[in-house]
């Protein structure tokens, strides 16, 4: 296998710029002076997030460059572990761009690599053919429709908190997982990073979590907090018992970050077209211009701001996609992508022709990953249930007017008053959800009228990746 990774290295090494070569050296003199010295190098193992996007790819390319160097020139190198969080809205295409990349860079047989996935709540070996486990999709599927009654369909409280918490446990577990790791390697920008950091401090804070412990010295008090505040969003914002924190075995060592962005400037340009070609990387023409399905499917959060132009306002669907296209282009801006990247994904959603492809796709999307259909959507964009049902009479009146004459028996059910079970049969159908959880969100303030008093509004003020205006 030698000469297969001699091999590996040699066609990294000509994919990368002048100016990358200058900066996978600073990173390997990074990694030595980390390790304590060369003689100290192979004991050493760092720890990298991969969420499926062009820049984390690149991180992992020229982390795997500078393992293979070192290789080269030394009796040992360091020990790299990769850890990907599955969820639903990671789309094929994404797990396809890990898994090409990671034969491109030859990682699977490769025992100073580990490669893993957060699944389900733990951490196992990353395998690409392998589908997300039904209890993580139940548990997605639940919280989205929670924390979509409970916001009126807002995709940001629906889907993001949850990852950026789900990240957070990534870190958690990943960095303790057998032995643990010495280091983890961040690749995020400084100005991205500073946003997450600055979420995390103030939900925790709030929740009166707060650590005086700097979180660039000590990342596991910032990780232990955020896994309790995880508990606190399933019992506050889901409903659900607050169970004991997973505990993870202690690390080796307290690991440290290793912070690498600034050496992947070049590569964030847009400036590595044949590292791009070297590792497969594809887009996907309905990811809006989004490496990765951060925090949801693109095409799912598109559909959703349609069917809301269309059901909830009375207005066209393709003006809701339209209204959807203007604020993914400040986020694009904001990346930075390419202009010519940001000019393609517009060109591709912008044909109204196919909105009615796009519409289909995104419907089978919902169905295949949440057991979605998309009256339940559409059902999620009204929030009929909160506030005591304030917003039911409407819903029926626009979306089941033959149901009007029901109200009564539908109120008295979310009561918990016994009422004839085909009323009960349709609220679970036309909601997705089951009746005691209908009778949950019934009592409980939606998200607009609890304000400061609710977790999902807090978390949406001091979103990282909400745009100011």
């Keep these: 296998m030698t000469h297969i990774y001699q091999q590996v290295l ?27 010295g060369i003689e100290r190098i192979g004991d050493f193992k760092v720890m990298l997030a991969h969420g499926g ?105 629906m889907f993001c908190n949850r990852f950026y918490l789900a990240l957070a446990e990534l870190y958690r577990q990943g960095m303790g997982w057998e032995g643990g790791v010495d280091a983890l390697i961040n690749a995020d920008p400084m100005p991205e990073r500073k946003r997450y950091l600055a979420w995390g401090r103030r939900m925790m804070r709030e929740a009166g979590l707060s650590s005086a412990r700097p979180a660039h010295s000590h990342p596991g008090a910032l990780l232990q907090g955020l896994g309790q505040l995880r508990r606190i969003y399933l019992n506050e914002v889901l409903g659900l018992p607050a169970e004991p924190l997973r505990q993870v075995p202690g690390p ?9 962005a600034d050496l992947l400037q070049d590569s964030q340009q847009g400036q590595s077209v044949l590292l791009l070609e070297f590792l497969r990387f594809r887009y996907d023409e309905l990811a809006l211009g989004f490496s990765q399905s951060a925090c949801a499917n693109p095409l799912l959060m598109a559909h959703l701001a349609g069917l809301r132009a269309q059901w909830v306002q009375g207005q066209d669907y393709a003006l809701g996609i339209a209204e959807h296209l203007q604020q993914v282009k ?17 060109e591709t959603w912008q044909d109204r022709e196919r909105h009615g492809q796009r519409r289909r796709l995104a419907d089978n999307f919902a169905l295949q990953g949440y057991n979605l259909n998309e009256e339940q959507l559409a059902c999620l964009l009204f929030a ?30 979310l009561k918990g008053v016994p009422s004839p079970q085909p009323m ?4 679970e159908e036309i909601s997705g959800l089951s009746l005691s959880t209908l009778q949950m969100l019934y009592q409980r303030e939606s998200e607009a009228a609890a304000g400061g008093r609710s977790l999902l509004a807090r978390a949406r003020d001091s979103d990282p990746g909400r745009l100011r205006h």
């Excluded at 904001?334 to 517009?346: D, E, G, S």
């Excluded at 009929?384 to 028996?409: C, T, W």
């Design 10 to 36: 040699q066609r990294l090494l000509e994919c990368l710029t002048q100016g990358q070569r200058a900066s996978l050296q600073l990173l390997i003199q990074r990694m030595l002076v980390a390790a304590g």
């Design 53 to 157: 996007g062009k820049d984390s790819s690149f991180a992992l390319a020229f982390l795997r460059a500078a393992q293979l160097s070192i290789a080269a020139r030394a009796p040992a190198t360091f020990e790299l572990r990769v850890v990907t969080a599955r969820h639903v809205g990671m789309s094929r295409a994404v797990i396809e761009n890990i898994e090409r990349g990671y034969s491109a860079l030859v990682l699977h047989d490769d025992l100073r690599v580990e490669l893993l996935v957060l699944d389900d709540g733990g951490l196992q070996h990353f395998d690409a053919l392998k589908p997300l486990s039904p209890r993580q999709q139940q548990v997605e599927r639940f919280d989205t429709l929670v924390a979509g009654h409970l916001t009126a369909g807002q995709v940001r409280p």
């Design 252 to 260: 080796r060592r307290i690991p440290r970050f290793i912070d690498i």
């Design 330 to 346: 400040a986020q694009l801006r904001r990346k930075p992508v390419p202009a010519a990247l940001q000019a393609l994904a517009m």
């Design 384 to 413: 009929p249930f909160v506030d005591r049902g304030r917003n039911l009479e409407r819903f029926v009146q626009v979306r089941h007017p033959g149901m009007q004459a029901a109200l009564p028996y539908l109120h008295k059910a």
């Design 424 to 427: 009960v049969q349709w609220l």
